[in-house]
Nanobody, 122 residues
Framework: QVQLVESGGGLVQPGGSLRLSCATS????????MGWYRQAPGKQRDLVAT???????DYVDSVKGRFAISRDNAKNTVYLQMNSLKPEDTAVYYC????????????????WGKGTLVTVSS
């Protein structure tokens, strides 16, 4: 069974920090790179950070130096540490395999969790 459960979001002031968690079930997640994605109000869902099975990471320019993705394969969990948060980081955050098309190749469809809402505001 494929399952993704994101948590850790909330309301934070600009400059604050949050740590998101994503609990997964299904071998597709432990066997592939993972990513954190976000969708701001009225916008499309975009990739924010990725991590390979071996722990190599990559980030979009807008979060480099502020966000850190990590994974604990033994716990089937992926994390996103977010520091120096800005109002433009406000979005619903999701995790999934990377690239997402991997999900379609294996299961014939997309699976997404409900996401976790991050609101950065004073």
């Amino acid at each position: 069974q494929v399952q993704l459960v994101e948590s850790g979001g909330g309301l934070v002031q600009p400059g604050g920090s949050l740590r998101l968690s994503c609990a997964t079930s299904g071998s597709i997640f432990t066997n592939n790179a993972m990513g954190w994605y976000r969708q701001a109000p009225g916008k499309q869902r975009d990739l924010v950070a990725t991590i390979t099975r071996g722990g190599s990471t990559d980030y979009v320019d807008s979060v480099k130096g502020r966000f850190a993705i990590s994974r604990d394969n033994a716990k089937n969990t992926v994390y996103l540490q977010m520091n120096s948060l800005k109002p433009e980081d406000t979005a619903v955050y999701y995790c999934n395999v990377h690239p997402v098309i991997t999900m379609r190749r294996v299961y014939g469809r997309d699976y997404w969790g409900k996401g976790t809402l991050v609101t950065v505001s004073s």
